[in-house]
């Protein structure tokens, strides 16, 4: 999503520096996509905020418990589609 799509201003990945820079390249080594998502640069003027949401997301998202991490991506997609949302 391009930046002038949105009402906050989002860092894009070639413009970040400094520790959001290095934020983003802690996604990029952990999930292996090369783009960090729009609803993570939402965060990208506190830093330390965006390591938080990322910690709560994999501790909620990404971990296994009573639904393995397919099913909750699965549930995932299925509830982006349904709102017909890209992430």
């Not at 070639?14 to 820079?21: L, V």
């Not at 905020?49 to 997301?57: E, P, Q």
Request: net charge positive; hydrophobic share 35%; glycine share 4%.
């Amino acid at each position: 999503m391009a930046d002038s799509d949105t009402k906050i201003r989002l860092i894009e990945d070639a413009d970040a520096r400094g520790e959001i820079a290095q934020v983003y390249d802690e996604w990029r080594a952990k999930s292996g996509r090369q783009q960090v998502p729009g609803i993570l640069k939402c965060f990208s003027h506190r830093p330390d905020f965006l390591r938080d949401v990322m910690r709560f997301s994999d501790t909620v998202h990404f971990s296994e418990g009573h639904l393995n991490r397919r099913t909750k991506e699965a549930i995932a997609s299925w509830v982006s589609w349904l709102n017909r949302c890209p992430y």
